[in-house]
């Protein structure tokens, strides 16, 4: 069994039989979620609960703001907050640069500023390491967020499915910590891990939690009072939930629903959603195509809030290197797609100036400073 096969903790009813996916009931998914959110069975369960207590803390604020403050303007405000800062920082900082490590940051104290720009919502270990997993066993049994498990069994996945083992042993948990000793988590030492079953301690999680939070919440009521810090929290909250859904969805929900001319990944069912790319620079075909790029938003409609935010630092010199696959994409997928098809337009008698396509504007030179390579 290969390290990564091993290393995200198998739920009780586990991740396969006979070497096929094992598919739960609701029954069983619902027992494991409740049993690994239980600290008095074990405290190794902190972390789940951890995860799941802080986001239903956001409905706090979120009930305070619809009860008090709420209006149109704070309504959107409090929208785009939830669905485009922290999607897309989501993307950026979790995904991107945590898991992927698609770019680098000049040093440290950057890549703590840039880990602390919006409300603290997911902890890194709970995101990363399970990823790492996704990636290497995509809709095979293993895969944490498995799309043929169903909604519910990708919904509560960071519960079931995502958290470390607890029976790693010393070298294990030395590759392990590999994966995370750029993310700016205080690692445990292994005979922490042995007590708390985790990556990060308990006390400086909670510690980070609530100077960002404290810090985000004295900036919002500075500037716009109790309303605009509980709009902004709660629909924080709204994010935190909707997020867990993503996968499911972003995998076809289980069905073939990629495109031609658009999906060009064809190893598994990841497809390019025009919601998840705009707000959040998710374009998941795309990134299941090259997933250490620090773009996926490779054509003209495809606007990727990560990748703007990504050039940016790296024109002002607090990101030093990235990678992007934008020219690979365009020269390996996208024009002969676009060949292709004006070619059997031809054969089938269709003169070629008919054949339009929204992204054919993506044939343009690429600058050099757009191929960076780590």
């Given at each position: 069994m290969s390290f990564l096969e091993r290393v995200l903790d198998p739920p009780s009813y586990g991740?396969?039989?006979?070497?096929?996916?094992?598919?739960?009931?609701?029954g069983e998914i619902l027992r494991e979620f409740f049993s690994r959110l239980n600290i008095f069975s074990t405290r190794k369960n902190w972390l789940p609960l951890?995860?799941?207590?802080?986001?239903?803390?956001?409905?706090?604020p979120l009930c305070i703001f619809f009860t008090r403050y709420a209006n149109p303007w704070l309504m959107i405000a409090g929208f785009l907050y939830g669905m485009v800062a922290l999607g897309s920082h989501g993307t950026f900082w979790l995904h991107r640069y945590c898991t992927h490590r698609a770019f680098l940051f000049r040093n440290r104290w950057i890549a703590m500023i840039c880990r602390n720009l919006v409300i603290k919502v997911i902890p890194e270990e709970i995101y990363v390491?399970?990823?790492?997993?996704?990636?290497r066993f995509c809709e095979q049994p293993g895969d944490p967020y498995n799309v043929y498990g169903g909604w519910l069994y990708c919904f509560l996945a960071d519960v079931n499915h995502q958290t470390i083992r607890k029976d790693l042993s010393e070298n294990e948990y030395e590759q392990v910590c590999k994966l995370m000793q750029h993310t700016g988590v205080r690692l445990n030492s292994y005979q922490q891990y042995?007590?708390?079953?985790?990556?990060?301690?308990?006390?400086?999680?909670?510690?980070?939690?609530?100077?960002?939070w404290t810090f985000w919440y004295g900036a919002f009521y500075f500037l716009g009072g109790h309303a605009l810090a509980t709009a902004l929290f709660g629909w924080a909250g709204v994010w935190a939930i909707g997020v867990r859904t993503f996968n499911f969805d972003g995998h076809g929900k289980g069905k073939d629903l990629r495109k031609e001319g658009s999906d060009f990944n064809r190893a598994d069912l990841s497809v390019n959603q025009i919601w998840p790319g705009y707000v959040a620079g998710e374009w998941h075909n795309n990134h299941h195509l090259y997933p250490n790029g620090a773009r996926s938003g490779f054509l003209p409609y495809q606007l990727d809030l990560p990748w703007l935010l990504t050039r940016f630092l790296s024109r002002v010199g607090a990101v030093?290197?990235?990678?992007?696959?934008?020219?690979?994409?365009?020269?390996?997928?996208?024009?002969?797609?676009?060949?292709?098809?004006?070619?059997?337009?031809?054969?089938?008698?269709?003169?070629?100036?008919?054949?339009?396509?929204p992204a054919q504007a993506t044939q343009l030179p690429v600058r050099e400073e757009e191929a960076v390579e780590i």
């Open positions: 991740f396969s039989r006979n070497g096929i996916l094992y598919v739960p009931t609701k951890f995860g799941w207590t802080t986001s239903l803390l956001f409905a706090v390491v399970s990823h790492y997993v996704h990636h042995l007590r708390w079953g985790s990556l990060c301690h308990p006390a400086w999680t909670t510690l980070h939690y609530a100077l960002n030093s290197s990235y990678r992007d696959y934008r020219q690979e994409f365009l020269r390996d997928h996208y024009q002969p797609w676009l060949a292709l098809t004006a070619n059997n337009a031809t054969k089938s008698g269709e003169p070629k100036e008919k054949i339009e396509c």
